[in-house]
């Protein structure tokens, strides 16, 4: 292979501008952060609500959980990330269609955000149904039995019980954002891969470039791995022996 | 205190219960039992709405439970209820699990709810177990917690649904005596339970079910001695045999 390393690239200019490659992949990796972290504070909230909608005793409720579920499990995510970004804002009511496209500050980053959130929903959603569902059903009836309204039931009982449980396939679900954000630079989003692309062609250095990307990536995700297993460590139950799933 | 009028409910298509009626006056304690599936659980938690039903009504202390204008959160938290496998919450300690529904439904501050608790923590002998998470301690110690649990929400009467079925043998009588105690200081109860030398003991009454029915409900005494019916004599001489 006549390949010319040199892993001196990231601190050379890149060209035609004053910044460096190694700047470039800084943008990217501030992007891919801003994304994913704004997405999964998304998928959290939403996913939580609609994975208790879907155990609630009403059945219309339930329904309205499991339609926002399949909605957006069975759409491929770059699919939905087109659709988001070219179909959503002519179904918007002219005006604000007209505001998304042309006046809405960082329009591709948000709706990257917010496509990647609702997405991410979907899966945080089934695991907190499930969580939910593991419990025992006397959990519920032992709080209603002393009065606590359905919902104080489902904030101070089956939440925090269910939550706990499910904070290890949570945790794959928060290092899949990190991988899934790459997606973002199908509509331009300035994120890792979108940077990697364009120092790949600026630099002909694709071989280096992508192993500092993928590094970088790594590194993002082995992250949320170890967050999430500080979580669950510090919200660990005394005299409850760890439950592996 | 309660009064259960020609009580009815289904499953889908299945009886559960069948035109049950029956009271239970101020102070009285009234012991059901019955095999397994005859719907015991059923019945009692159709005394505090948990399960919903069909047919007949309910009124506990003056309240129709089967009314939709009632509130039912309200009526539940003048009502105790002890589940056989404790139900406490797992993730609080004893003392929240004693405090949460005195702040989150009495709007009790949360001082004066702790007192509270200890004080009743102190009565079921456990107050040194109070920074405890549940599965720290004993079967008994957790049904111990969960009657002081009900009872620090101050109900006008107390449910019991097999309390001492899931525990070991050796922990039963720890439980028994907290729950004769509070037969003997006048606390209306009705239990579910098999223990029938805690219902010779403290019961006035004895209803015994089979498929959904009351089929029997008389003074304890009268129970014990000589049974009505056929299949009440039954059930008695195959537990007695124990
Ligand atoms: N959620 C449910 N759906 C359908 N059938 C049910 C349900 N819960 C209870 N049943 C049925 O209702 C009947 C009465 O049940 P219940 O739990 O009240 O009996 P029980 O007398 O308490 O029995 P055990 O001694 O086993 O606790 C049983 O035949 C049971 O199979
Ligand atoms: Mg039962």
């Known amino acids: ?245 | 205190m309660i009064e259960i009028r020609d009580l009815s409910k289904a499953y889908g298509g299945t009886p559960v219960l069948k035109a049950c009626s029956t009271t239970v006056a101020k102070g009285e304690v009234v012991v059901v039992c019955g095999p397994s599936g005859s719907g015991k659980s059923t019945l009692i938690k159709c005394v505090n709405g948990l399960e919903p039903f069909q047919h007949g009504s309910i009124t506990v202390d003056g309240v129709s439970v089967g009314d939709p204008k009632t509130d039912l959160p309200r009526l539940r938290a003048r009502v105790g209820m002890v589940f056989q496998h404790f139900e406490l919450f797992p993730h609080m300690s004893v003392r929240k699990n004693l405090a949460l529904a005195q702040i989150r439904v009495l709007g009790r501050e949360a001082d004066e709810a702790d007192a509270r608790g200890l004080r009743l923590l102190d009565r079921v002998g456990l107050v040194a177990h109070a920074d405890k998470h549940p599965a720290q301690l004993s079967g008994g110690q957790q049904q111990r917690v969960a009657i002081a649990r009900a009872l620090a929400m101050d109900p006008v009467c107390m449910l019991f649904d097999e309390p001492t079925s899931a525990l070991d043998p050796e922990m039963i009588g720890e439980v028994l005596d907290v729950m004769v105690e509070l037969a003997r200081e006048g606390m209306t109860m009705m239990v579910v339970t098999h223990e029938m030398g805690f219902a010779r003991q403290v019961a006035h009454r004895v209803i015994f079910m089979d498929h959904g029915e009351i089929v029997e409900d008389a003074p304890a005494a009268q129970f014990f001695a000589a049974p009505a019916s056929e299949r009440a004599q039954g059930f008695l001489a195959r537990i007695l045999h124990h």
């Open chain 1, 1 to 245: 292979m006549n390949y010319h390393w040199n892993w001196g690239i990231f601190g050379e200019q890149v060209k035609g501008g004053e910044e460096t490659y190694l700047d470039w992949l800084a943008t990217g990796l501030g992007w891919t952060l801003a994304v994913s972290l704004t997405a999964w504070l998304l998928a959290l909230v939403i996913g939580i609500a609609v994975g208790a909608l879907r155990t609630a005793p009403s059945r219309p409720i339930a329904l309205i959980g499991s339609a926002w579920v399949e909605l957006f499990r069975n759409i491929p995510l770059l699919v939905q990330m087109f659709l988001w970004f070219f179909v959503v804002p002519e179904l918007l009511p002219q005006e604000w269609g007209l505001w998304v496209k042309q006046d809405m500050p960082a329009k591709e980053f948000v709706t990257a955000a917010l496509c990647l959130g609702f997405f991410t929903s979907a899966r945080v959603a089934e695991q907190v149904r499930a969580g939910i569902g593991s419990l025992p059903r006397g959990q519920r009836d032992a709080a209603l039995a002393l009065g606590l309204t359905l919902p104080q039931t489902y904030r101070h009982v089956i939440l925090p019980q269910a939550l706990r449980i499910v904070i290890p396939p949570l945790t794959s679900e928060f290092m899949n954002v990190f991988k899934n954000s790459s997606i973002a630079f199908a509509i331009g989003v300035m994120e890792l891969t979108f940077q990697a692309r364009q120092m790949q062609e600026d630099s002909e250095q694709g071989i280096e470039t992508y192993l500092a990307v993928t590094l970088l990536y790594f590194i993002c995700a082995f992250a949320a791995n170890r967050g999430m297993a500080w979580i669950e460590a510090r919200t660990r139950v005394p005299g409850l022996i760890a439950r592996t799933s």
